[in-house]
């Protein structure tokens, strides 16, 4: 299994990009990882299930061509997703595919079974895994995860509501082992106040959705462009589980942002014959707080570039003698 360290090396910035449900596709995998930080989508996108094999021979193949053509800069690692949640029939399906072709991470999330776990490790996989607490942030360390993925308040999609100051800060009291953070990361200088908040990585979403290659509908990426903090609304409606959503899509839906009733946890659907998950990230689109950020609809490459040239910018300023 590589170190954190071993990862880190290879990427051009410390970032994971989030897999976005139905968003993350190949193309926008390929060209996160092409750019230097870690590119990823969940399994659940590629339907039917055996689109699953395709995708990672796509990935996997295009990747390595590119490794081939610029051995000075070589391609970041990628990861899937999987949704450990009981209601999601594919699971084993799709674990058998990340092992057979040996995805390098995979990011686990609603429930944490060691099985899962040991069979990433037996190929050399890292397992990582998201959390909005503590109390699951040591269930998933107890039961073999390598790392995790600390989703604080202001995340996009499924959040928790807790401070990534004190998330972070309660973990490392404990855990020294990797931790991505995830809430409101939109630049260069938010990557590094991730790391001097004591995480290895930032974990950005909602900005890629925002990129030529993510699988969204044109208005989707322009409403990222236009909205602000205060057009994202945190409701469990949708999915069961509490997530923040854009207002406008809700409002677009038919529905009324200020009275939006309560969802039953107990109904959440993942499994590739409901169609619960799929239709909500369809016509609610998922969103977190740091879409201020957002200036226009760009590729990747451009955004990246971006992000780097703010975390050096961030860097030399917190390093800059003090007058």
């Known amino acids: 299994m590589p170190s954190i360290a071993e990862v880190k090396s290879r990427l051009r910035l410390p970032v994971i990009g989030a897999p976005l449900f139905i968003i993350s596709t190949p193309a926008l995998v390929i060209a996160q990882c092409k750019a230097g930080i870690v590119g990823s989508f969940p399994a659940l996108n590629a339907r039917p299930a055996e689109k ?16 081939d053509e610029n ?18 029939d594919r699971l084993m399906h799709d674990l058998e595919a990340c092992v057979k072709h040996e995805v390098p991470i995979v990011i ?43 989703v ?11 401070s990534p100051f004190a998330l972070v800060q309660e ?11 995830s809430g ?12 001097a908040m004591g995480a290895d990585f930032a974990y950005i979403g909602s900005a890629f959705i925002a990129t030529d290659e993510a699988n969204a509908d ?18 469990n409606l949708f999915t069961g589980v509490h997530g923040n959503y854009l207002i ?30 799929k239709k909500a990230w369809k016509d609610i689109w998922g969103c977190g707080q740091g879409i201020g950020a957002v200036s226009s609809v760009r590729s990747v490459a451009d955004y990246v570039d971006q992000l780097e040239a703010e975390y050096n910018a961030a860097k030399e300023r917190v390093c800059a003698p003090r007058q």
């Open 218 to 235: 044109e208005a989707y990426k322009n409403a990222v462009v236009e909205g602000r903090a205060d057009d994202i609304l945190y409701t």
């Open 108 to 150: 686990c999330s609603l429930g944490a079974r060691e099985e899962v776990y040991e069979a990433v490790h037996s190929y050399g996989g890292i397992v990582l895994h998201d959390i909005i607490n503590d109390f699951f942030a040591k269930k998933a360390v107890s039961k073999g995860a390598d790392g995790l993925i600390s």
């Open 52 to 67: 699953l094999d395709e995708w990672l021979v796509e990935i996997k193949d295009a990747l390595a061509r590119h490794d």
């Open 248 to 277: 406008p899509s809700i409002k677009a839906a038919g529905l009324d942002p200020d009275n939006l009733p309560e969802s039953d946890p107990s109904k959440m659907n993942f499994g590739s014959g409901g169609n619960q998950a």
């Open 71 to 88: 051995p000075d800069r070589p391609s970041a690692p990628f990861a899937v997703n999987q949704i450990v949640h009981k209601s999601n």
């Open 152 to 162: 604080a308040a202001g995340a996009g999609g499924h959040a928790g509501v807790i």
């Open 171 to 181: 973990i490392r009291e404990w855990f020294e082992g990797p931790i991505a953070l």
């Open 184 to 195: 409101s990361i939109a630049n260069g200088s938010s990557v590094l106040a991730a790391e």
